[in-house]
Each structure stands twice: as structure tokens, then as C-alpha cells.
């Protein structure tokens, strides 16, 4: 199911205060029916808290949250037509996989036909069909992460929130589960909010993606967006890999290093100081050419492809460029000639 434009989730100027921490800092951000959201940021920016705000565990010290027009700040946790599933998964440890997902619609007081045919559906959807008679401790952290979600999702809740999903499970483990989390979100078609320090992860799994910052949001946009077009230095740093090369705005030109670099400074004042940034596969190299001069000071192999780390006149630290691993021309100590696209540039002045 595509995401519609329609804002199911609305933060209205949402702020948490603990004593003097303002965990949560005047956020507002308008969730789609049944977009994939990712909350991002680095400890402590005040994810979990806006998470359990939406859910009820925290009262906003100002702002609302609006569920589909209405107010639901007023509501207590189980009163609000969303789940939040926990990290620790929290299933029952006597029940079987079966009863752990039936549980909740028993205590709605749903028939037992009706719990049955939900129950099938969902271990059908969720790939865990063989397992349903087995306990908790039986099954592999993967499909006790499952069992959780599907218990979650079984609810039926018109937004799931979950709160670093995958953090229990190893790196292999996790990149599987992030693109079956992506899938079985897409099938049942509910808004997914999830809370991730993990910039991959975020850029893999969300259809957009908030990334927060001392309790604000710094930018809100799809993934690509993000990833080309970072609003500021901040959000530059954090997805991906940048590098940022200081310098100043000297009658319209970004210099640095006493040399200019083509590249778009509208808007930035002349006679100050900026930093422009450049991802490494955006950077050109070659053995020889009318580029910024450098030298090759080392070579890390990643398999897929090779990071160049190339020292120049233009900033203290070596750049880092990507290049093809079949591409072995450079070597250690060899002299290049390298390129920056006008387009690939991002000057900032924060
Ligand atoms: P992490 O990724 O480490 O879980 P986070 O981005 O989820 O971090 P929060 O847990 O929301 O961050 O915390 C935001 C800020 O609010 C932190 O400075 C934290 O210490 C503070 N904080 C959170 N909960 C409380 C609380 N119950 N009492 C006091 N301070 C709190």
C-alpha cells in the first residue's frame, strides 16, 4: 500500500520538559496513512520520549497530538488506537506462539471463531505458521521479534510504534529483518513510527524520516532527499559519509586552501566563513588532470569498493573518495588529480 497524503499523526508543538531537561522541544510534524516513519537522531536527542508521548506513557508538558483530527492527548495508553512494541519484545513466556498472538483480542472479548481466523492470517502474513505451537524460548531472537510484531499488529492499531525494533538482533540478523519489517508493513498497510539511532537502518526502512537534535527537528524528507540534500551541517555529518572542507565566501566564491572551488553560493554572505561538503562517490579521481592536486596516504578495501584517503591544499584532514574495488590503478603514495561536480557541492554557513 502506498503512503497517502493524508496526515494520519499530527505533533502539534509537542514539548517535554524533566525539571530542567527539555527532552522534547517544540516538535511538529505532520505522520501519512500508512507511510513508513523513522524518528532519527543521536542519544538523547528525545526520540523515545515523543515516541512514548504518542503513546500515552508521557504527558506533553505543551502541545497536542492529534490522531486523525481528534486530540488524544487527554487519553490514557490503552484508550488510543495505536500500539507501542517494546524492544524487549515483552511476550508471554507460558504461551505458545498461538496464544501469545490471541491474547489480546481474548481480552476484547472477540468470539473464539473470529480470534481463530485472526490468528491464522496473522502467523500466515508473518511467515510463522510452523512455529505457532512453539514458546517464547524456543524460537531464534528473529522470531521472537516477529511473534512480537505480529502481536502487535493483530490489534489492528491505526499507528505501530516501535522502539529500536531490531537493536537486540546481530548486524546480519538485522539488515534481513529491516527489509521484512519494510515488507510486512507494505502488506498490511499500517502507519509504522520507528525509533532508530541507526542512519542505515532509517534510509533502508522509511518512506521519510525525521532527524532530531536537541529535542528539534533539524529535517524531515524523504530518504534521498536527506541523503542529497542535507539542510545543514549537523544532518550532513550524521547520514553517511562527508567531507567538509572549510574555507570562506570571497566575493561569491568558496575558497579554501587559497583556491576556489566551483560551486553554488546563493544565498551564503560574502566575507564569511563556510564549510563545504562532498560525499566521497562524489568526488572524481583520476592518475592525472587540471583538478586539485593530492596524494593517495591510504587505501581501506571494503569489498565493493575501495576508500581512497587523499591529503590536498585544500583542508587539513585527507579527503575520502570512493572508488570501484575493481579498480586497483592507485596506490599508496601516488599522485591524483580530483574532481568536485558544482552540482554534488553543499556550501553551509551554520
Ligand atoms: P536514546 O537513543 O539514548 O534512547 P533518546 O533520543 O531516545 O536517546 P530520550 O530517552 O528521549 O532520548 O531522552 C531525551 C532527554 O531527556 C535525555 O537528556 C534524557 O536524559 C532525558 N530524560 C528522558 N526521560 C527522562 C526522565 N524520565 N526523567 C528525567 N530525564 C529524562
Do not use: W
Not at 512480537?148 to 529500536?164: F, G, H, M, N
Not at 534521498?224 to 572542507?245: K, S
Request: charged content about 25%; overall charge neutral.
Amino acid at each position: 500500500m502506498t503512503p497517502s497524503p493524508r496526515p494520519i499523526l499530527s505533533i502539534d508543538g509537542a514539548v517535554k520538559r524533566f525539571g530542567k531537561t527539555v527532552a522534547v522541544d517544540g516538535i511538529s510534524l505532520d505522520i501519512r496513512e500508512n507511510e513508513f516513519f523513522a524518528l532519527l537522531g543521536p542519544s538523547g536527542c528525545g526520540k523515545t520520549t515523543l515516541l512514548r508521548m504518542i503513546a500515552g506513557f508521557e504527558t506533553p508538558s505543551a502541545g497536542r497530538i492529534l490522531l486523525d483530527g481528534a486530540d488524544i492527548s487527554p487519553l490514557p495508553p490503552e484508550k488510543r488506537p495505536l500500539n507501542l512494541m517494546f524492544q524487549s519484545y515483552a511476550l508471554f513466556p507460558h504461551m505458545s506462539v498461538r496464544q501469545n498472538l490471541g491474547y489480546g483480542l481474548e481480552m476484547e472479548g472477540l468470539p473464539k471463531a473470529e480470534i481463530a481466523r485472526r490468528v491464522d492470517a496473522m502467523l500466515a502474513t508473518t511467515d510463522l505458521s510452523a512455529l505457532a505451537d512453539r514458546k517464547p524460548d524456543q524460537l531464534s531472537g528473529g522470531q521472537k521479534q516477529r511473534v512480537a510484531l505480529a502481536r502487535a499488529l493483530i490489534k489492528r492499531p491505526k499507528v505501530l510504534l516501535l522502539d529500536e525494533p531490531l537493536g537486540a538482533l546481530d548486524k546480519k540478523l538485522r539488515e534481513k529483518m529491516q527489509l521484512e519489517l519494510k515488507r510486512l508493513q507494505h502488506e498490511v498497510g499500517t502507519t509504522f513510527i520507528i525509533v532508530t539511532h541507526d542512519q542505515e537502518e532509517a534510509l533502508v526502512m522509511a518512506d521519510r524520516l525525521a532527524i532530531l537534535k536537541d529535542g528539534k527537528v533539524l529535517q524531515c524528507g524523504g530518504p534521498e532527499e536527506i541523503y542529497e540534500r542535507p539542510a545543514n551541517r549537523f544532518v550532513a555529518n550524521f547520514i553517511g559519509v562527508m567531507n567538509f572542507i572549510e574555507g570562506s565566501i570571497e566575493g561569491g566564491v568558496f575558497r579554501a586552501g587559497g583556491q576556489a572551488i566551483e560551486a553554488d553560493t546563493s544565498g551564503l554572505a560574502t566575507g564569511r566563513p563556510a564549510t563545504l561538503a562532498i560525499r566521497p562517490e562524489n568526488i572524481a579521481v583520476h592518475s592525472a588532470g587540471n583538478g586539485f592536486a593530492g596524494e593517495v596516504v591510504d587505501i581501506a578495501y571494503h569489498g565493493l569498493d575501495r576508500q581512497l584517503y587523499v591529503r590536498t591544499g585544500l583542508c587539513d584532514t585527507p579527503l575520502q573518495v570512493r572508488v570501484p574495488a575493481s579498480n586497483g590503478a592507485f596506490a599508496v603514495g601516488a599522485t591524483v588529480s580530483l574532481g568536485f561536480a558544482p552540482a554534488h557541492c553543499r556550501l553551509f554557513q551554520d
